[in-house]
Every structure is written in C-alpha cells, then in structure tokens.
C-alpha cells in the first residue's frame, strides 16, 4: 500500500520567513510527486516532480524530488499571510495515475 | 477555462437518508475522479472513471455508496443510507487522462456533507 508522510503537521511562522516543509513516501514504482495547496475546499496544484523533473520553481515556491531518500522538500521564501493555507503532497505510482495523499501541513503566517 | 463544477456546496442530512453529488469535469478531461476527505485527513480515492468506465473502485464501500458516469461527462455521486462517519467533503477532480499531464488533477469546490 502506497504511503506518504508529511511533516510537520502544522507550523506558525512570521511574514517575511523562509520554511520548508517536508514528504516522504513509500509507493510502488514511482510515477510522480505532486504539491497542492488547499485553503477553502478544492486543493490547487502547486507543482509535480518525476524521474526526468526533480526541481522546480515559480516564483517565492520552489520544490526539489530526492528519489533516493524518497522524500520532496517545498521551500516557501519571504512568507505572506496568503500563503497560510495547508500544503499536500501527493505521489502517484504503478500507471494509474491514482494519487495517493498525505495528512498535509498546516501553514498560517502571521503579520 | 471553467474549473470542476460540483454541487451542491453543502449538504446536511440524517443518518439512514441518501444524497447525492453532482461533478462535471472541465471539458476535454478524461479521466475524473471523487475523493472523500475527513477532516484532519487528506483526500483518500473513493473512485477513479477513464471516460465512462470504471478504473478503481477498490475503496469504494459498495454497500452504500455507488457512482457514475454516463456518457463519459458528467458523474454523479451517491450514498444509501449514510452513516455519521460519511461526514466528510468529497471533491471530484480531473485530469487529461492521458500522458504524463495525466498525474495533474484538477480539483473542484468539494462539498461538505453533515450526517447527524
């Protein structure tokens, strides 16, 4: 059974901060690794890392694959209370497309 | 583009009553999907439709809940009778359904449903 751990659970930081947030996973021949973030309801993609796409960025965001510790990092720079939100990490595997998620992180920027 | 349209937004039923969801996916998307999510949790598969069959519905509990997705558009979402631990938002997303753009989903609004 695919698995995907997210940490920290939760994390309060100040405006202007640097945080990372991390996700390990477990899944059976790795397609893909997705980052979404939810703040109402639907969750929004943030990006989507594979074998041949490790890295990515756009713009205060970016996210790197590490496929030997099977682990993603998304670095969030010069924080802002609309980035308060929680972050999924999702990883797909075995050709279906299915995406298996984690718990999230609970993100909330103060002022 | 328009996004995933689901409706309704909210629902509040009793337990041992039904309901129903509605999902239509963005045009030209293929594969669509319905995830319930607990709160605390993150959204776990329920049910996964390539056109208007059925992929996995291996974590569907088929003793009450039941989907579909006739012509290969829309896809509707159903639970009889419901139980309070169906309290949960279930969101329809969608994906292209082909390539490697395929691991994209798209998500819709959600909705939250109450059983008390």
């Known amino acids: 059974e695919d698995k995907v751990v997210q940490s920290p659970l939760s994390l309060v930081v100040h405006e202007g901060d640097t945080v990372t947030l991390n996700c390990s996973y477990e899944?059976?021949?790795?397609?893909?690794l997705l980052w979404y973030k939810q703040e109402k309801k639907a969750p929004t993609f943030l990006f989507m890392l594979?074998?041949?796409?490790i890295e990515k960025k756009s713009g205060r965001l970016s996210s790197i694959l590490d496929k030997k510790e099977l682990s993603s990092i998304l670095n969030i720079t010069a924080t802002q209370t609309g980035d308060s939100a929680i972050y999924l990490c999702?990883?797909?595997?075995?050709?279906?497309?299915?995406?298996?998620f984690g718990k999230g992180t609970k993100l909330s920027v103060i002022p | 583009e328009a996004g995933v349209a689901q409706s309704p937004r909210y629902k509040i039923i009793e337990k041992r009553q039904s309901v129903a969801f509605w999902c239509n996916p963005i045009?030209?998307?293929?594969?669509l999907y319905w995830y319930q999510q607990i709160l605390g949790q993150g959204p776990k598969l329920l049910i996964q439709?390539?056109?208007?069959?059925?992929?996995?519905d291996s974590q569907l509990p088929k003793d009450r809940f039941s989907a579909e997705r006739l012509k290969g558009v829309d896809s509707t979402l159903k639970i009889q009778p419901a139980k309070l631990e169906d309290s949960a938002v279930y969101l329809c997303?969608?994906?292209?359904?082909?390539?490697?753009?395929?691991?994209?989903?798209?998500f819709g609004p959600g909705t939250r449903l109450t059983v008390t």
């Open positions: 997303a969608s994906s292209l359904g082909t390539g490697l753009l395929s691991y994209e989903q798209y």
């Open positions: 899944v059976t021949n790795f397609r893909s």
């Open positions: 594979t074998s041949s796409g």
């Open positions: 999702a990883v797909s595997g075995a050709g279906s497309y299915q995406l298996t």
């Open positions: 045009s030209g998307h293929a594969t």
């Open positions: 439709f390539q056109n208007n069959g059925v992929v996995d």
